[in-house]
C-alpha cells in the first residue's frame, strides 16, 4: 500500500499553523495557544486519506541546543514533505526571517504555497507586500484558521499538486502509548526505539506538550508509539496548555491498545503512578510497567552510602509469567545470579507493594541512556498483545469455576447466597466474561477477585486485565437450562 504523501506547515511561530491543521483535520489535535512557541514536537494528522499534514514547531534562532533540536526537526519534516505550506500572518510585514524561510523551501525544489493566515482581521496587508518572499501568485492562498476562510481552496491547491488519489488503509497497527510524570524519560525512551531523534528531549520539565507518534515495524507487524506530556497532579497543573496536554494524554490512553506505565527508579513512585496504572486498567487496556533512569541507580546509591559496593543485577530470559510472591511480573525476566543490589531490590518491592492491584503487569528494568533491556520492549509488547486477544474455551471456563464454587462458595450480601451456574466468554482486549447464575447482583466484590485469580492460575493472561458481568437468569433462561439439561 502506498504511503500518504507529506504537507508540511512551515513558519514562523504564532503565525496560526497548530489552528490551521485542526481546522483541515476537524478536529484539536495540535494544541492551540496565544503563547508563541507552543507546538514543540511535529504533529500530524491524516486529511480525507488524501495527504498527512505535519504542522511543525515555529522557526526562530536556534540559541540553545534545544532550540537547534527543534530546527533539526523542522529540516527532516521539509525533507520528507512532497508540499511545503509556508504559513504567514497576514497581519505583519514579512521580514528577514520570513525571507530565509522562503528562500529555504523553495531551495528544497519543492512545490510551495503561501498561506496568508488570519486574513478575517481587517489590518490584513494586501497580496503585493509579500511578492518579495518570490513566490508567485498563483500559489498564493488566503486563509483563517478561525473562520474557516479560504481552507478548502488550500485543501484542494494541494491535492491538485499531489494528484486526487484516495488511500484506504485498515489500520492495524498496534499503538502503544508511553504514559507517567514529567522528566520521567518518555521521551528518552521514545527516541530510544524509534533510533532517531523524533521527540525532543530536555531535562527541563513539560518539554513534550502534543502526542508525538511514530510506527515501528516488529515481525512484520507495525508498532505505532505514542509519546505523551507527562501528567502532573491536577491541582499542580497549568491553566492553559498543560490542561491541554493532559486531556491529550488521557485521549491516548483511550486510543491505546497497551500502555506502558515509565517510573523513575530515581524517585520514589507516588500516588499518581498509582493513578495512572488505575485509569489505564478501568480504560481495558494492556499494561507494562518501565523502571527507567536504571543506570543512576548505582551512582545515587554510591553517593548516599560511599562505603557499600552495590553489586548490579543480571537477568536472563524466562517464561513471561514468572511472578515473585505473587507480586508483579518481572517482564519475563529471571534472577541469573544469587546476589541482588539492595537499592535495586527495595525499588522493586515497594513496587510490588505500591502495584498489588494489577499483580499481572509485566516490569521491565530499562535505562535509555545505555540501551539496557530497551529492544525486549517489543517482545514484552507482543506478549501482552497475545494475553489481550486469549480465547479461552466454555468448557475449560466452566471447569474452573465448578473447582472454584466448590472449594469456595460465594458469600453474598444481606444473607443472601449467589449461584454461579455457568461462565461464557463474550469479548477479547480485554478478556471479558459473563457468569450467569441466580443473585448474582449480590456477589461480593472480593469474589470476582477470587475468580480472576483462578482463571490466571491456568491462563496468566500477562498484562491484561480481565473484566467481568454477572448476569441473573430469567424465568425462561431456567426452564430453558433445565430442558438443555435434560
Known amino acids: 500500500m502506498k504511503s500518504l504523501p507529506i504537507v508540511a506547515l512551515i513558519g514562523q511561530t504564532n503565525a496560526g499553523k ?18 508563541e ?47 511545503i505550506l509556508l504559513t504567514l500572518d497576514s497581519t505583519k510585514y514579512p521580514d528577514d526571517k520570513d525571507k530565509q524561510i522562503a528562500k529555504s523551501a523553495l531551495k528544497s525544489k ?30 498564493t492562498i488566503r486563509t483563517s484558521a478561525t473562520t474557516g ?50 521527540a525532543i528531549v530536555s531535562s527541563r520539565q513539560g518539554t513534550t506538550r502534543d502526542v508525538n507518534r511514530v510506527t515501528i515495524k ?34 491516548a490512553i483511550e486510543e491505546a491498545d497497551i500502555c506502558a506505565l515509565l517510573i523513575d527508579a530515581t524517585e520514589p513512585h507516588s500516588k499518581l503512578d498509582q493513578s495512572l496504572a ?22 545515587r546509591n554510591d553517593q548516599a552510602l560511599p562505603s557499600e559496593t552495590v553489586p548490579r543485577i543480571s537477568y536472563e530470559k524466562s517464561d513471561a509469567s514468572d511472578t515473585r510472591n505473587g507480586g508483579l511480573a518481572r517482564a519475563g525476566l529471571r534472577r541469573q545470579t544469587p546476589v541482588v543490589s539492595s537499592t535495586t531490590d527495595e525499588i522493586l518491592d515497594k513496587l ?65 447466597h449467589p449461584k454461579p451456574k455457568y461462565i461464557v466468554q463474550t469479548d477479547t482486549c480485554p478478556p471479558w466474561f459473563v457468569i450467569h447464575g441466580r443473585e448474582m447482583q449480590m456477589m461480593h466484590w472480593s469474589y470476582k477477585r477470587f475468580l480472576e485469580r483462578k482463571i490466571r492460575e491456568e491462563y496468566p493472561l500477562v498484562g491484561t486485565p480481565i473484566m467481568f458481568s454477572f448476569h441473573n437468569e430469567t424465568k425462561q433462561e431456567k426452564q430453558g437450562h433445565k430442558k438443555s439439561e435434560a
Open 18 to 35: 497548530s489552528s490551521l491543521l485542526n481546522r483541515l483535520a476537524h478536529k484539536n489535535i495540535a494544541i492551540v495557544a496565544r503563547e
Open 37 to 83: 512557541g507552543t507546538t514543540r514536537d511535529s504533529v500530524s494528522a491524516r486529511i480525507d486519506n488524501r495527504f498527512l499534514l505535519v504542522d511543525t514547531a515555529g522557526l526562530k534562532d536556534p540559541e540553545d541546543d534545544f532550540e537547534a533540536t527543534i530546527q533539526d526537526q523542522i529540516a527532516d519534516a521539509i525533507d520528507s514533505a512532497e508540499v
Open 110 to 139: 519543492k512545490p510551495v504555497i503561501l498561506v496568508l493566515n488570519k486574513s478575517d482581521k481587517g489590518e490584513s496587508l494586501p497580496d503585493e507586500e509579500f511578492l518579495r518572499l518570490g513566490i508567485k501568485p498563483d500559489m
Open 149 to 198: 476562510q479560504g481552507t478548502r481552496d488550500l485543501a484542494e491547491k494541494v491535492q491538485d499538486i499531489i494528484g486526487n488519489n484516495i488511500y484506504k488503509e485498515k489500520d492495524t497497527s498496534l499503538k502503544v502509548a508511553l504514559i507517567g510524570r514529567p522528566n520521567v524519560g518518555k521521551s528518552s525512551l521514545f527516541n530510544s526505539l524509534a533510533k532517531k531523534q523524533q
Open 218 to 251: 516488529f515481525k512484520g507487524r507495525d508498532i505505532e508509539f505514542l509519546d505523551t506530556a507527562g501528567l502532573r497532579k491536577p491541582g499542580k497543573r497549568e491553566v492553559g496548555i498543560e490542561k491541554f496536554s493532559a486531556l491529550r494524554t488521557l485521549a
Open 278 to 299: 488505575g485509569q489505564i486498567v478501568d480504560a481495558g487496556k494492556g499494561i507494562i510497567v518501565i523502571l527507567t533512569k536504571s543506570d543512576l541507580i548505582n551512582e
Open 352 to 416: 510490588e507493594y505500591d502495584f498489588n492491584f494489577i499483580p499481572y503487569a509485566p516490569v521491565l528494568i530499562t535505562s535509555s541512556e545505555t540501551g539496557k533491556n530497551v529492544t525486549k520492549l517489543y517482545d514484552l509488547i507482543e506478549t501482552v498483545d497475545k494475553s489481550r486477544h486469549t480465547e479461552i474455551p466454555t468448557s475449560k471456563l466452566n471447569h474452573i469455576l465448578r473447582d472454584a464454587v466448590v472449594s469456595h462458595p460465594p458469600a453474598g450480601l444481606k444473607n443472601t
